[in-house]
């Protein structure tokens, strides 16, 4: 289950960063009008993505760990985005309201994802689900 996750997380996240280099779908670079994405932004998306598949492709436990490793960095990121506001983040990755919160919801997911769903519990559900 974690690897399909991650590698379903890495897919999106890979198409993002594509996506945020498409001039027709970020005015003002703004992608779909709404993310403030920039290249560095965009070029974060792209490893994030790449980082995710290749843990889905390797192993259910190095998927959990990403989850949780992914988590943590993303809720600072989250944390870091409050504090910058609508400012660049470090001085290199654009950042607006709806970033912030969009890293929240992926730093929650990420982090349920990694902590606190036991895989016992995944074994037991889909025992439950062949049965």
Excluded: C, Q
């Amino acid at each position: 289950m974690f690897r399909t996750l991650a590698i379903l997380f890495g897919a999106i996240l890979i198409v993002v960063g594509i996506l945020g280099f498409v001039p027709g779908l970020t005015p003002n670079e703004h992608l779909l009008g709404i993310f403030h994405v920039n290249a560095a932004h965009n070029v974060v998306h792209l490893l994030s993505g790449l980082v995710s598949l290749m843990t889905g492709l390797s192993s259910e436990y190095f998927s959990r760990m990403f989850f949780r490793l992914f988590g943590v960095i993303y809720g600072l990121v989250a944390v870091l985005g409050f504090v910058y506001g609508d400012r660049m983040i470090l001085g290199l990755i654009s950042n607006n309201r709806a970033d912030t919160w969009l890293h929240v919801g992926v730093a929650a997911v990420s982090l349920l994802l990694g902590f606190a769903l036991d895989e016992s519990a995944v074994a037991k559900s889909r025992r439950r689900a062949a049965a």
